[in-house]
């Protein structure tokens, strides 16, 4: 099936450090959404964006839907141990049915 | 705060056995996916409902899968039978409408052998 292209795959980083991801697509969407998952549970909602140019945040985190709504990003400042896990982007097809479209993730690993 | 409910959270069969999923998705939610998680790689869609109607499930390999949500709340997703590529974590999600935001629940961990 169809994924977004994440970058990086993934990524080591000290404790205190910032991180800045990306979520790439061929295709337009109306919504961005951003998850974490850790290992053997369900992807956990961060930050839903829904217009271009849009930037939100959610304590250390920031997103923004990007200007040509082709794609995402995804800042964590101070970094700190419990973000480590997977960090997954979802973009909105609303071409035929309505659904998510998800991305490769990029994998955290913090380093204390 | 409401939550997705799946069950159960590991399931470990043999190749050939038929293997069934439960779905709760948070009250009110009109909008049910099950999504297919393969380890390293993000979920993909096997099928989507709006209340009880499948609208999308061109990706359920619908030769051994199955999926149904009868009075358009809870659902269940059937594999008969069961392959050894099916082993996968199986995430249940539900969203207020088709553009709204998605919870995911804690997923089903699937063992075939």
């Known amino acids: 099936g169809q994924q977004l292209n994440q970058s990086p795959q993934s990524m080591f980083i000290q404790e205190g450090e910032d991180v800045s991801m990306n979520c790439t697509s061929s295709?337009?969407?109306?919504?961005w959404l951003w998850y974490k998952q850790d290992p053997g549970e369900g992807p956990v909602l961060l930050i839903a964006l829904y217009k271009a140019g849009e930037l939100t945040s959610n304590g250390r985190l920031t997103a923004q839907f990007g200007i040509t709504r082709k794609d995402s990003f995804l800042n964590i400042s101070a970094s700190i141990p419990s973000d480590v896990g997977i960090y997954f982007c979802a973009g909105l097809s609303t071409s035929g049915t309505y659904k998510y479209i998800f991305g490769t993730g990029t994998r955290l690993k913090v380093l204390a | 705060e409401a939550e997705v409910a799946q069950s159960p959270r590991y399931k470990i069969t043999e190749k050939s056995q038929a293997v069934a999923f439960w779905c709760d998705p948070i009250?009110?939610?009109?909008?049910l996916y099950w999504y297919r998680q393969i380890l390293g790689q993000g979920p993909e869609l096997l099928v989507q409902f709006q209340d009880e109607s499948v609208v999308d499930d061109s990706q359920l390999p619908k030769d051994r899968f199955s999926a149904e949500r009868l009075k358009g709340v809870d659902s269940t997703l059937k594999i008969q039978p069961a392959e050894l590529g099916d082993s996968a974590m199986y995430l249940c999600a539900s969203s207020p409408g088709r553009t709204g935001e998605l919870f995911f629940g804690e997923g089903s961990r699937l063992t075939v052998l």
């Open positions: 295709s337009i969407f109306n919504t």
């Open positions: 009250s009110g939610h009109a909008t």
